[in-house]
Every structure is written in C-alpha cells, then in structure tokens.
C-alpha cells in the first residue's frame, strides 16, 4: 500500500493545538487517533498551504485545509517469536488471550523477549493492520508477569482506539479471583474506621484510596493520603478456608485500572495476596487453622495468587458485546485442592 494524503478542513471553531485539531475533523473512516497524528505532525507528514508544520502545539484556525500524508504501516522492531498462546477469541479487529503467569506482556530492558508480544507479533504476523504507524499488536491493558488470566490486544488502529476509549471510561469488565491472608468482613472493627475503606451491601468491601508511586522504591505502588491516581476497588469473599477461616478466596472488580491496584489495595487493608513478594510476605498463621501440608503449599506458592477471570467489553468495530472467562491455571488450582 503506497503513500495517501488526506484533506482536513477546520469546520468549526477549533481546539487550540493543531493535533487536536486534526483528529476533531479529519474524517472518521482514516481512523487517526490524537497520538498517531501527534507523531505524523513531528515527521513532517502534515502541511498546511504546501507548508511543513512539525510543531503539534502550532494554532488551526477556521476555514484552514490541512493536508496529512499516511504513509505504510512499517515493521516493529521487536522479534516474533513462536511461543504458544492460549487463544480465547480472535477475528479480524482484536484478539483475546490467557496469559500464564510468568510471562511479561511487553518487551523490558529486563524481558527484551518471550513476552506477550514477542508472541503476538508471531501469531498475527499477517492480519496486523497497523497501530500508530507500525505492524504491531495493540496493548490496551496489561496484567502484571506473575498474575494470570485475560487480555484483549487490538490488531488494527480503529480497535485499538476504541478499545481505549472503553478502558479510559472504566465501562469494561474485568473481574479477578485472589487467595488472601485473613477474611474481610464488615463487621471487623479495624476495618470499620479504615479511611477510604467501606462495605456496600451484600458484605461487599469497597477501597478507595489513591495510588502513586513509593517514595523510595520505584518498582512498587503505595497509597498516598495527598496526590497519587484515584483508584477503587471492590471485592467479595467467595470462601474462606481454616477453622478458624484464615484464608479467603476473593472476588475483585475494579473501577479504576491502576499498576498493582489490587495488591496494594489490598495489602493496605490489611488482607495481602498469598504469595506476593512486593506487598505481601509470609504470614503466622493459627496453628491448628489449617494442616501442616496447607500452610507449608502457602508457604511454598511462588507468586501472588491473582487470576484476570472475567474480561467484558463492547466489540469496538461490530459493538456486539463479549464477555469470557478463564479457569484458574494448575497451580492455583493445586493450591485451593491443598489448602481445602
């Protein structure tokens, strides 16, 4: 496919950058999101008068007629690799993967291959469309190396865009199933005078509690009382295990989509992930709570104990809407059977 330019007239009053501009009036079927325009502009690809504008800030104006060449999606200098994917659900827009556990989504100075889309660029090396100007796999969202469960990549810039537009509004589902230490309860008084934590009906504990990043390791997330990302999420007890119960299996869903979310959340109330060794750490537990074997698999499980089960969203380009779900892998599984 060679290069096109299309024509964008400035209609009504504009926004005041011109990349804001463009992406306001051009026409909807060249699908150019903000971000791909902004890096059109910096490459001399938009004029204006038969005049190169490199500067997205420069000022549109009415009546104006801007011209952008769109030149062929290139390659993306990540290596494809042949790695199997558990593949949910695929066609010519999106695809819709389970992640195991252990693999990072995106290439890393620490994880330059075997990631989530090292594997991707494999496997859709022929029906990527291009997303910003190159051959590569849209990455709406991510779940972190050592959590399970589901993702949805775009394929082509029009997915892409309006898979973002969804995540941003927080109208798509994501629902995580978690093995924690202790069991929230609203009738816990620690709880109860938490700020920010509340129960809703149905024992339903609800966190609200901004997130930044730690004052003094930056690979970790914290809750700050000033500043910070909002953030809430919400979870259920679906079992409790030990007499007396000292472990739950836990529901979450968020409102918000934050790094480490549901593990900072959560640890902050006091209710840390089995297994995770940023925010969680081995705990005492009752002794005669659960045998020896038990708390020994506990003791032993290498990562935090965190699921993407449910993922829901409107199909951007059929708006159909999609809901899947995904078994917890083996070793979670082993985990509940032993503590059980």
Not at 74 to 98: G, K, M, R, S
Request: aromatic share 4%.
């Amino acid at each position: 496919m060679s290069p096109h330019i299309i024509a964008v007239e400035i209609t009504d009053a504009p926004p005041a950058r011109l990349d804001k501009a463009l992406a306001l009036f051009a026409p909807v079927e060249a699908k150019l999101s903000r971000s791909r325009l902004v890096k059109l502009i910096e490459q001399g690809a938009v004029s204006l008068d038969g005049a190169v504008v490199t500067e997205p800030k420069t000022k549109a104006q009415l009546g104006q007629v801007w011209h952008v060449e769109i030149g062929e999606a290139v390659d993306y200098d990540t290596l494809p690799q042949d790695i199997p994917l558990d593949v949910v659900f695929e066609d010519a827009h999106l695809i819709v993967v389970n992640k195991p556990a252990g693999m990072v989504v995106h290439p890393a100075p620490g994880s330059p291959s075997g990631t989530l889309v090292n594997a991707l660029l494999h496997h859709c090396a022929d029906s990527l469309s291009g997303i910003g100007g190159e051959k590569r796999p849209g990455i709406v969202h991510r779940i972190d190396k050592d959590t399970s469960g589901l993702l949805v990549v775009a394929k082509t810039d029009a997915a892409h865009q309006g898979l973002a537009k969804q995540f941003e509004k927080h109208t798509v589902e994501r629902r995580y199933q978690a093995l924690a230490y202790g069991v929230p309860d609203a009738a816990d008084p620690r709880l109860s005078g938490m700020p920010g934590v509340a129960f809703e009906s149905a024992n339903i504990l609800r966190i609200n509690a901004n997130l930044a990043r730690h004052k003094t390791d930056r690979q970790r997330q914290a809750v700050v009382k000033h500043g910070g990302r909002h953030a809430i999420t919400r979870a259920r007890v679906m079992e409790r295990y030990g007499t007396p119960a000292v472990i739950s299996m836990l529901e979450c869903w968020l409102e918000t989509g934050r790094t480490h979310q549901i593990r900072v959340h959560l640890a902050h109330v006091g209710h840390s992930l089995i297994g995770d060794p940023t925010y969680g750490g081995r705990r005492k537990l009752a002794k005669n709570a659960l045998s020896e074997a038990a708390q020994q698999a506990i003791a032993d499980f290498p990562r935090q104990a965190l699921h993407a089960a449910t993922l829901g969203f409107e199909h951007p380009e059929t708006h159909e809407m999609l809901r899947f779900q995904a078994d917890l892998p083996p070793d979670f599984q082993a985990l509940i059977t032993k503590i059980g």
